[in-house]
């Protein structure tokens, strides 16, 4: 699955789950989704992950690393084995898993996937993970609303966005089914919808930044130019 020189350098600090495999998830587990292109990953992808595992109390995060984002152009995606390969560099622990699940069930939109995975694990509780970057175009996704009633939903602080995406059309529309910060290790035992904002140090990069820039010192140095 990995095919990059650039990522057999270093041995992956997250586990790559491929259809040989599955995802290993038993009932009872409480386990975050965190999807997107991740072109390429970064150390804020990590911050949101990390910050969310531990306020959470995630027993595991799953990295869904899309094989192409709706909304964006496929040339500006570099190939699917380099974004997973550069995820899994960034993913830490055990309990960080990468998965092109989405390539494996064919599904193209988030909501398709959360419905998948909440039919194939009943005992499983899912919880959203994105940034609140996210947050601000999340109303732009196909099926937003029906997705924020299918599964909660926990957004990450992020650099620059953080009014914006507080007035999103989703933090208006389920204004009342925001939960306190305080609470959020409960988040993914509730009914949906149901949402939370948690503030975190910020960490002041993306992936538009990485690729514009060409950031040497990123260890996903060597796939950029792949974009």
Known sequence: MVGSAAARRRPLAGRISGARTGL???AGMTVGLYGGSFNPAHH???HVAETALKRLGLDRVLWLV???NPLKASGQTAVLE?????AARWARGPDMVITDLERRI???FTIDTVRWLKGR?????FVWIMGADSLATFHLWRGWADLAREIPIAVISRPGVAVRSR???LARRFARFRRQAGSARDLARRSPPAWCYLTAPFRNVSSTALRDS???????RGMVGAV
């Open 167 to 169: 007035f999103s059309p």
């Open 44 to 46: 804020g992808h990590a």
């Open 82 to 86: 380099a974004r997973l390969a550069a």
């Open 106 to 108: 064919d599904t193209r």
């Open 121 to 125: 694990y009943p005992g499983v509780r």
């Open 24 to 26: 290993a998830l038993a």
């Open 66 to 68: 899309s094989p192409q």
């Open 214 to 220: 060409r950031l040497t010192a990123s260890p996903v």
